[in-house]
């Protein structure tokens, strides 16, 4: 093969690896835009209930040794209750008006999750089990590796249950209706508070899920992960258009592809400037986001 | 008496880093980018006494300027977007201001050590303060004289036209444009005062240090930053200064004993107060209260 | 004085204006009515600069102002309220006025004395504009206190507070009761004595044909019609677009 090709195939891999681990982001960024297309607010707890879900289902692997699968669902469970909490603490109760106390309070959440984290766990790094993290999947000149195809894998499948539940049944109908209409989806009988809780709920399930797949791709669980993961959410969600899953989807690949790349070329210190640079040329050429409506209605 | 002083001092410079947010607040725009006009006061300033050899108050003062530069340059884009998109985004910038930090180099041998910013080990020795024989107290007075100084100059815009103006842009920018507001003036002139006063922290922050980092200026601060006007009730710049002891004197010094644990308490009384008081601590019914007390006009 | 040149807004499918051209000149209380949607409030929209225009144009003494910055409308010399209030809540009542002194007059005195001097020069000027306004007495209140009437005759002191040589009036009367109806024809009046121009936009007849010099009919963002109040009441068209039916 010439020298050209040989120069090509590390940075394709690079693509390819960021590519899956973005999906991770993906995960993330749905969040972000489901909670805001709902209630128009942001919920900045969201990636570190993430990671607390996680932590919480180590309790399952350390304590029952349960395979790494019950472990990844148990994440998704608590990260669920965990979102339910921090809709009560942050959003339930805080006047609509005021978008900066709920602000406020979701980085009192954050905070508040993240030491808790670090409490429980001494602040020490906890190893994380993972899914056919042995496996190399030789596709002549390219690897995929096998603990990476795994979490895109569970990832496009979580994925596909959410748009499931959101536009077949009449629990995603109903949310769906609260975010396009609110006063009519009241005037129909759906309760804004209980459309606004399941959808904490959910997504905070979806988040669990994302954690646990960076604990799994990773090897590790760390505290630290927290603010990282929200950094980056929040710039998927922006980039993909606020309150468009789809563009949420999109973006994650794409931030998750260009990261890895920059990371290859420029090392791991330089690398998320370039993903800010990506998110300002966004913001320049494109505010509305990949797949974000421009509205002029006030 | 040393933790006293140091303590004003921690309060001082958060008030600065507090105030800075707070003008940016008033227009209606939510900035995560304070901590890194912080960061570009504190390693400009830093370089200037150290690596140049100025005299501390023309070194703050031109890092300052700096900030408030670079704050132009980002208020113009910000115009354009609003809300959560604007947090992101100025997060965003907050965040590539602290990785260049972390990617940048620039030392020189001073005697026989070297000295300026070395990327992650961030930038040491900025010891302008011991060199030069200024005791804790110094320090702390010197602060606080920019502390007041800059409480002043914004209770005074408060005051004034300008500040009626910031607070009707922040409520309705349609209605303030059909008033005949001009919004890009109005906005980007906050954003750069915001830089001004941020920058000013930073360069007082770095000296009182004497050790920097690009770990110092991360989202945490920038939290901080927000938090305080916020916490503070946004009615006035006492609220940021109340907010900034309630947190930073009473959390985080007072509930010492509290150890690690300070932290966590932090988050859930962050939790706690925004929903028993949304507007704030300290928001305009209290802010009536106290003039009432000391007998001012109802403004 | 202002001129609309086929002036257009479509948002998306919608023709919220199509093609709109008229004329109201100095001095004059020019009315512009027309069913819910019809486009009016587009219209007064599209003369601030609220949002760019599809086509067409707007003049206004004979400057082109089509798509200008809204402030610079002000600076122009038109001054508008919005159907749906829009004060500053959380200002007090003279505040309000502080902040919309953006006159000609205003530029002239100093930078210093007109952005960081005290509050004494603008608290005089608001009080005129108050006492016109009957709020006098308000003048402390936050904006956000005050009664649904006093709001619309604070907003009304507002747009008069940066001296305007046009006034755009969104369903001024719109949630008024007759008393309150009968003091805004009488307020209006008394503008135009001032030399003000007026173009009213409304919904409750009797303002209209009671103070208006001339009325411009919309419906479905096109002009219908045009004329004296008289004319327009007689105008089967207007009858069938507005009240729906012909005899009505
Ligand atoms: N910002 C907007 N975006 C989309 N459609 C709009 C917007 N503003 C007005 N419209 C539409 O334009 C039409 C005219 O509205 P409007 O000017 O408010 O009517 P009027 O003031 O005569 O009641 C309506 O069909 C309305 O739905
Ligand atoms: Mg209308």
Redesign the interface.
Known sequence: MSDFWWDVIDPIQSVLDGVMFGSIYALIGIGFTLI?GVMHK?NLAYAAASIGGAYASLAAFQLLSAPALVVFLCAAVASGVIGYAVYI??FR???EH????????S??????????V??ATAGMPEPYPAMFDDVMIDLEPFWVRGDLLMIFVLSVIAMMILLYILYRTRLGIATRAVAQQPAAAQLCGIGQQNTNAVTFIITGALGGLAGAMVGASVGILSPLLA?PL??KG??V??IGG?GSIPGAIVAGLLVGGFENVFQYFRGV??R??YV??L??VF??FR?QGLFGRMSTR? | MDFYYGMAQLIGVHTLLGLSAYVV?LTGQ?SMAQAGFFAIGAYLAGMLTVLAGWHIVPAMLLAAVASAFVATVVGF?AL??K???L???T???G??VR??W??FDYQIAKGNIQVGPL??EGFKQIRYFPENGWSTADVALFIWAWVIAAMVALW??D????G??L??VG??E??????????TAVKVSAMTIGGFIAGLGGAIYAHYTTHIEHLNF???LA?FA??YP??GGLSSVIGVLIAVIFIQGFLVEVLRFMG??R??L??????L???VR??GLFD?RAMRTLRRLFGAR?? | MLELHSLSKHFGGVRAVDDLSLTVNQGEIFGLIGPNGSGKSTTVNLI?G?FPTTSGAVVFEGQDITDA???RV??AGI??T?QNI???????VW??L?????SVEERETGWFA??????RR?RDYAGELLKFAGLADRA?ELARNLAFGEQRRLEMA??L??RPKLLLLDEPAAGMNAEEVGQLATRIRALREHGMTILLVEHVMELVMGVTDRIAVLNFGQKIAEGAPAEIQSDPAVRTAYLGTADA
Do not use: Y
């Open positions: 805001f942001i603490c942050c109760f805080i006047p005021l978008p900066l106390a709920t602000l406020m309070a980085v009192g959440m954050l905070i508040l999750i993240d030491e808790v670090v409490h603010l929200t950094v929040l710039i969600t922006v606020l210190t330089e998320d400037i800010m640079l998110l300002f913001l320049t505010p006030d | 607040l939510v884009p354009r977007v809300g959560l998109m947090v992101v985004a997060l965003a910038f965040e590539a990785i260049f972390f990617n990327g992650g005074w815009l005051r004034s036209r300008v009626s103006v607070r009707a409520e309705d349609l209605a303030a444009q059909s008033v005949g507001i001009n919004l991360g989202v945490i939290t927000i938090a916020i916490l690690d644990w932290n966590l932090f988050g859930a009384l962050i939790v107060a925004m929903n949304p507007d305009a109802d403004a | 601030c609220v910055a809204s402030h002000v600076a001054g508008r919005f829009r004060l500053f809540g959380d200002l007090t505040q309000n502080w902040v919309a002194q953006n007109r952005w960081l001097g005290g509050q603008g402390n507002r747009a507070a940066a």
